[in-house]
Structures are given as C-alpha cells and as structure tokens.
C-alpha cells in the first residue's frame, strides 16, 4: 500500500542519530539547544522550546497563555482534535469558526463573529501546508484583547509574503511527527514572540522547575538547591531526537522543492478531471505542502477512498470536524455549526505526498483516480 505520508530518513539523519548515542548525552544535552538554536534561525530569530509532540507543543502554548475555566478559545473545526482539545484539558471553553470553503483555513470574518470579552486565544491551523491570513486574524483578535496561536503542524518550512511560518502569529506550535514536514519521530516545538511567554513555557515543559538563584524564593539556599513556582510536564525532547531533527532541518529545502513538485504533477494531472475539485493556492504564499488535499464531488467520496485504497493507494481523509467527536458532542456540540467544514470534509481525501513518493508512483495516482471517476 502505498501510504499517504511517510518520513525521508537518510545514511546522514542515522550517522547523526548514531553519534548522539555514542555519546555522554541521551536527553538534554547539546543537540537539544543547537536543534532549538536551528529552528529558531529557520522562523524568525524568536525563542523556540522543543516538546515530545506537536500535541505537547500546543498544551504547553496555551499553559503559557494561562488559560483556564472561564476563558474562550477560538479554533477552526477542520484540524486534528490536539488543536481544541489541550485547550479544553485547561479547562477552556472551545468556539468554533468556520473556514473558507475553498482553502478550509479558518474565516476571519467568522473569527471575528465568534470574538466575546472571554476569548483570550485565537487559534489558527495552516491547513494542508497554507499559511492563514494572520494579519486579518490578528487585526481582529487584537480588537478583543486576544493572542493569535497558529498550529503549524503542517506548515513549518513554508512562508507568507516572504515572512517564515513561525513569525506570522503571536506563537507558533509545530509537530515533527514522521508524517509532517520534517521529523524527530514523536517530536514538537513551540515559538514565541514574546520572550516571558516563551520562558513560561520553558518552564512548563520541564515540570515547571525554576533553577535560576535570582528567583528563588527560598533565601541562600545550597547548590542543589530548585523550586517549583508553577505546575508542570515532562515534555522534553531528548538529544536523540533532536540530532535528527537538526540533520533533517539541513534537508528542509529539498524536502520543499520536492513536495512542490508533486503538487504541481497532481495538479496538472486532475486540473480537467470532472467530478474533482482541487485547493487554490493562497495568494502571497509560498507553502511547504503537508498535504495534497482533493475534494470529491457528486457524493463520492467514500466510493473513491474505498476503491482508491483497494487499488493500493492509501488516500486519508483529514479531518472529521473536531466537534463530532463524541468528547465534544457530549459537551453540547451539534453538528451544523460550521456547514462549510462539514461540506469540505464530506468532499475531502488526501492523495498520497511525501518526499520519496516517486513520479511513476504520482501518474498512478492520477490515473486511478482519473479512471475511477470517468
Ligand atoms: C499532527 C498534528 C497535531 C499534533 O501533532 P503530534 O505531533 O501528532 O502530537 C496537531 N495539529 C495538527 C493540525 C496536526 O496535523
């Protein structure tokens, strides 16, 4: 079967893997800060914490956010559940926004309609690769007093008007899971703008230990001596990870032009299918593509995963709307709320897209899908 997406490791990412190993540093030790100093070169010069997965990178955005019981996060329905649900884990009330039913990048007019004196975080995800529209976004959540987070799970590597993904919102979580842009295996990262947030998370990921005398509360204490301020997780990425991350990193301009390629070879191949619609490219940007999204049309979607799949091309359908899962339904969600995500997810499969996915392998795709809805 042919996957949907699959990590590039190569001799390079093992030999660095393998140096790591052979040395005196298994968890926090000096690929972790030269992994952070590199990522933070690649999205703007801001402070970036690495985390064990994008979900931990999103949990501790909004901890550094201080949200909890009583505030509202606006958030786009089309996005995996992480997104939503590590704000309600702090005890957030999720709104939910409708996105444009051509990119299904959140609205910021919807945005806008969703904004109350309790929303304290916007959060934006750049679907399939596309950066959103952050200074509409961030126009309007200023107006309400509110930080514009982007889950950019998908869009690290990719840039806006010549501005990197990573400097487009207040902070930034991006994922390095094996199917995304680059990976560590299990892997995040938050970015923060704002220096103080992104030491409260800092702390946050390391169990919310403070070693710095100057803050300690405790007067003249011995070397040994750390304190707890405020909660925490062990969300550390370990030296391991990050040497592969930082080996990756280097390739991050060839995975681009690759993943591009392939965009542009399933674009000319399905432009004239009937019964295909495919996603525009947001004007302005320059994208690192995640995803090579397709909408099925005529109600056909099912049939064409189905055959596509027993043709050995593993399609994937992203996402189910984030207030169908039971989690969110059982919270008072009904479906209804946003008809164009819901339109776009009954239309929606994923065509395979990932650096090593050949052309012979692209022209199959096309013609299968091609031949299927003749
Ligand atoms: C992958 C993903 C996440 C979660 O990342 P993990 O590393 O798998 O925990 C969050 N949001 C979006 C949009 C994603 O695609």
Redesign the pocket.
């Known amino acids: 079967m042919l996957p949907y997406g699959r990590q590039s490791v190569s001799e390079e990412d093992v030999e660095a893997v393998v140096a790591v190993l052979r040395g005196d540093w298994l968890t926090t030790g000096p690929a972790v800060d030269a992994f952070e100093a590199a990522l933070s070169e690649a999205v703007g010069g801001h402070p970036v914490v690495t985390t064990t997965?994008?979900?931990?990178?999103?949990h501790t955005a909004y901890d550094s956010l201080g949200i909890g019981a009583g505030d509202e996060v606006v958030t786009t329905p089309m996005?995996?559940v992480?997104?939503a649900s590590t704000a309600s884990m702090h005890g957030a009330t999720i709104v939910f926004a409708d996105v444009d039913p051509e990119t299904a990048l959140v609205d910021p007019a919807a945005v806008e309609a969703a904004l109350t004196p309790r929303t304290k975080v916007v959060a934006a995800?750049d679907?399939a690769g596309q950066p959103c529209d952050y200074a509409a976004l961030t126009a309007v959540a200023r107006d309400a007093g509110a930080l514009v987070l982007a889950?950019a799970?998908?869009s690290f590597g990719g840039s806006l008007d010549g501005r990197p993904v990573g400097d487009l919102a207040d902070l930034t979580?991006l994922?390095?899971?094996p199917?995304?842009n680059l990976t560590t295996g299990?892997?995040?990262a938050v970015v923060h703008k704002d220096p103080a947030l992104g030491q409260r998370a800092r702390e946050f990921h390391n169990i919310g230990l403070v070693r710095d005398p100057a803050r300690f509360r405790e007067v003249d204490p011995g070397g040994w001596h750390q304190e707890v301020h405020a909660l925490g997780l062990n969300y550390r990425l370990t030296d391991v990870a990050c040497a592969l991350g930082l080996s990756q990193l280097r390739r991050l301009a060839t995975f681009k032009k690759r993943r591009s390629e392939i965009v542009a070879r399933y674009r000319a191949g399905l432009a004239d299918v009937d019964g295909l619609r495919l996603v525009e490219q947001v004007p302005g940007s320059d994208p690192l593509w995640?995803l090579f999204p397709v909408r099925v049309l005529d109600g056909r979607r099912r049939e064409v995963y189905e055959r596509m799949r027993a043709a050995g091309i593993g399609v994937q359908v992203?996402y189910v709307p984030v207030y169908w899962h039971p989690v969110y339904e059982d919270l008072g969600y009904r479906r209804g709320l946003c008809p164009n995500a819901e339109q776009f997810y009954a239309e929606q499969l994923s065509l395979p897209l990932f650096v090593e996915l050949r052309d012979e392998d692209v022209d199959r795709v096309v013609e299968t899908l091609t031949e299927l809805l003749r």
């Open positions: 997965s994008g979900t931990a990178a999103l996005t995996f992480a997104t995800v679907y889950d799970a998908h979580a994922s390095f899971f199917t995304k299990e892997g995040g995640h992203n």
